[in-house]
């Protein structure tokens, strides 16, 4: 099944909280990374965030806040599907990947 996020708008800060349930059954003292793509087989992300940047921070055991920038939001287009994945690096190395979800961005009526 595939979890659609609520509609972020073009050009306006990001900020929400998802669940990630890890493998290891715990997020804590781990590498959370996030990529967004136009398509899956793109090379390379149009936007990223991370633990290490401060774009995501780890709330719970399960639970993330991603935080993208006004800024960020304006690189991508309005009215169109990008694509996004979470990536968990646990404290022991292990990794593992939330599947593929859809990231609807909706234009703004303002600019």
Known sequence: MTDI???PIRGATFVRE???K???????GSLV????KRR????APLLRASTADGKIVI????????????????????DEN????VKVTDPAG??????????PIVGAVTP
Not at 82 to 85: E, K, L
Not at 94 to 103: G, N, S
């Open 5 to 7: 996020i609520p509609s």
């Open 18 to 20: 998802m669940t990630v």
């Open 22 to 28: 890890p493998a290891s059954g715990s997020l804590v």
């Open 33 to 36: 990374e996030l990529q967004i």
């Open 40 to 43: 899956w087989t793109d090379p």
């Open 59 to 78: 709330l719970d055991a399960e639970t993330i806040e991603v935080t993208l920038s006004a800024a960020e939001m304006r690189a991508l287009q309005g």
């Open 82 to 85: 990008y694509v996004y994945d």
């Open 94 to 103: 292990a990794v593992w990947k939330k599947q593929r979800e859809i990231f």
